[in-house]
């Protein structure tokens, strides 16, 4: 064999051949030939050929253009086990391609979509969905078996595809990796996603969630001993629906010019945190002051529950008193939205004081989210959720370990 021949084969990491001649056309085909002689898959003893036909399979790529290798596959005639057909070394089963071609791919389609990837690979884009789900499959099969350990969790829902399709992602907090994907979001859905993960239960400390029902109970059920801590960016959102519900109606007992005012220089105000301000900020808030007593007052109790929050410093039995000091303050006042929000908060109030034990929250899991719908952008959706499912494991999970 020439130096010519050889470093062609060992790029495309063929062993037991020899290049007889190239065929160049849209593709770049070498034509092979075996070396070795027939042996049985069974007992791998030497046998007679019996017949053969000519198969391509898809070895590589050079600067785009796709390379097959054509080869002679053999039948061999074995007494004891029939005819078979003899192992040709080059791919798996019945696969049309070999395993560096399997790991390029899906390396390509970790950063890319799978059009661009079959552009860079010079293969169809069905080719490249092909080879890309039977891989990943594959490296989820061992993946399920071998769940990263995690002592505390996040659970979050992303909208996978239009008409309220979601998915439950449940993630290691420490790792911001995606451990599992369910399809829907409500408490079966996570009770099926723990089931999957069940040999990392016991280890599970906290789990880190929103205010969604479902998730709670589901939380409680698979995962007694855990500590559930509400995400406190969720609790300030919540929050702020009910300053902007409480906002509104006042509003709408305001003359028509200053509900205009009011809408349009004091809503971002009373809703933005006092640290997140920009110096017009800041000044529409001492107009605020000055100018509308009732507002500003709405913005001082939203800032001070928020602020007990603030620090993990803070001791479970000093918060609890903050927060049923401020509860009691909302009673006082004349804010009916915020009155509900402080129900809420003293059904609640155990699971919230949670966060003092482990001040977590769901700020990976929505760094995840972000990755997620960029996946579904580059992508532009996915009718398969099981396909979805490998995909986000590979993008934002552990999958890819096992390349």
């Not at 065929?23 to 069974?42: A, K």
């Not at 590589?60 to 078979?84: D, F, N, P």
């Not at 309220?164 to 995606?178: E, F, L, P, Q, R």
């Not at 800032?303 to 000091?325: G, P």
Request: proline share 1%; hydrophobic share 35%; glycine share 4%.
């Amino acid at each position: 064999m020439s130096i010519r021949e050889e470093i062609i084969l060992k790029i495309f990491k063929i062993q037991g051949y020899k290049l007889k001649s190239i065929t160049e056309g849209d593709d770049l085909v070498l034509n092979l030939e075996r070396i070795n002689e027939s042996i049985c898959p069974i007992c791998s003893k030497i046998k007679p050929r019996y017949d053969s036909r000519i198969q391509k399979f898809y070895i590589g790529t050079i600067l785009t253009q796709a390379v097959y290798a054509s080869v002679k596959i053999y039948r061999i005639k074995c007494e004891e086990h029939k005819i078979k057909t003899e192992r040709h070394g080059i791919s798996d089963g019945k696969k049309r391609y070999t395993e560096a071609v399997a790991k390029s791919v899906i390396l390509h389609t970790e950063l890319l979509d799978n059009k661009s990837t079959s552009k860079l690979l010079g293969l169809s884009a069905s080719s490249v969905y092909r080879i890309d789900r039977e891989r990943l499959s594959e490296m989820f099969e061992k993946y399920k078996n071998n769940i990263p350990l995690a002592t505390r969790l996040c659970v979050d829902e992303t909208a996978y595809r239009k008409g309220h399709k979601y998915a439950t992602i449940i993630s290691n907090y420490d790792s911001g990796k995606v451990l599992w994907v369910e399809k829907d979001r409500n408490k079966k859905s996570l009770i099926k996603g723990y089931k999957a993960i069940s040999s990392i239960i016991d280890g599970i400390e906290a789990v880190s969630m929103d205010l969604w029902k479902g998730y709670e109970l589901a939380t409680i059920e698979a995962i007694p001993k855990a500590k559930i801590i509400y995400d406190k960016f969720h609790l300030s959102r919540i929050l702020n629906r009910y300053i902007e519900e409480q906002r509104r109606e006042y509003q709408k007992t305001l003359p028509d010019e200053d509900r205009k005012e009011v809408k349009k220089n004091y809503r971002w105000v009373l809703l933005k945190r006092k640290k997140n301000h920009s110096k017009a900020n800041k000044l529409d808030l001492e107009y605020l002051k000055i100018k509308n007593e009732k507002l500003y007052e709405l913005y001082l109790l939203k800032e001070s529950f928020l602020k007990i929050f603030d620090s993990s410093y803070k001791t479970k039995q000093r918060a609890k008193r903050m927060i049923l000091n401020w509860v009691d303050t909302v009673n006082k006042t004349s804010l009916n939205s915020l009155k509900n929000f402080a129900r809420i908060t003293i059904k609640r109030i155990d699971k919230m004081l949670n966060w003092f034990d482990y001040p977590i929250s769901n700020g990976k899991a929505e760094g995840v989210n972000n990755t997620i719908k960029t996946l579904f952008k580059r992508s532009y959706g996915y009718k398969d959720f099981e396909y979805l499912k490998i995909k986000i494991l590979q993008k934002s999970g552990e999958l890819m370990r096992y390349v």
